[in-house]
């Protein structure tokens, strides 16, 4: 089992950038594939994106494509979001999982140790 706190959120204006950090301790860290979600008030929640144990693979949901960055330090058992040209659509609580998946996947089910995510406010 895996549990995950999430960290790094706060209000900024547009075009400004945040990093989030997700940290899992543990082990068996290089064991799982991480991911990033957000969930807006009223709104599913929706994949980000994604890498592999290595950091050496990622993947992106369109919206961020270009402007976010998953990395992680396995040294530190944390896994990070840079997020760049914040807009105010981006506005959500973010939330960091695991998955054992070998492959990628965005579903949500997939993926386990959810945090209690952070929140990311933008302002226009």
């Known amino acids: 089992q895996v549990q995950l706190k999430e960290s790094g959120g706060g209000s900024v204006q547009a075009g400004d950038s945040l990093k989030l950090a997700c940290a899992a301790p543990?082990?068996?860290?290089?064991?799982?594939?991480m991911g990033w979600f957000r969930q807006a008030p009223g709104k599913e929640r929706e994949y980000v994106a994604q890498?592999?144990?290595?950091?050496?693979?990622?993947a992106y949901a369109d919206s961020v494509k270009g402007r976010f960055t998953i990395s992680r330090d396995n040294a530190k058992n944390t896994v990070y979001l840079q997020m760049s040209d914040l807009k105010p659509e981006d506005t959500a609580v973010y939330y960091c999982?695991?998955?054992?998946?070998?492959?990628?996947?965005?579903?949500?089910?997939?993926?386990?140790?959810w945090g209690q995510g952070t929140q990311v406010t933008v302002s226009s």
């Open positions: 890498c592999n144990w290595a950091g050496s693979t990622t």
């Open positions: 999982a695991a998955t054992s998946r070998a492959l990628p996947t965005t579903r949500a089910n997939d993926y386990i140790g």
């Open positions: 543990g082990r068996a860290f290089t064991n799982w594939r």
